[in-house]
């Protein structure tokens, strides 16, 4: 692999082994100044997407205000291009896991946007509650 193939370089406080320090520009779908997209590598539904930060950051919370912004109007972007590509999608989930006990597996902050369908789901009342499912139903 040549470094041109490399979409970012690690930063300092990446271990050199994370994924999303490695992503090849071709798998991009979509970025601006401080965030890229790309499909999720195991997706709950069709065009689930997560946007990422540039540089390497732990969760959520080591977001800058930029790199923020720019993941809003970039799920703006790709949640705009997904209904004009899908007219089955409803609704979506956005949803960030952040920490080990929150289910975070990468710790490199991504942000997933899910696309919904009707019928997807038996009941999908509760949404991101599912999280805990004793909780889901209200």
Known sequence: MKNSDIFRENTPKSTGLCPFCKIKNSIVIA???TVYA???SSPVSLNHMII????????YFEMTAQERCDAHKLIETL???ILEN???VKGFNIGVNCGETAG??????????????KKDTPNPRGG??????DKMNY
Do not use: A, M, S, Y
Request: proline share 10%.
């Open 31 to 33: 970025e601006n100044k």
């Open 38 to 40: 790309i499909r999720d």
């Open 52 to 59: 990422i930060p540039k540089r390497h950051c732990l969760d």
């Open 79 to 81: 949640k705009d291009r």
């Open 86 to 88: 899908d007219p089955l």
């Open 104 to 117: 975070q597996t990468v710790f490199h902050t991504h942000i997933h946007l899910i696309p919904r369908r």
């Open 128 to 133: 991101v509650r599912g999280v805990i499912p």
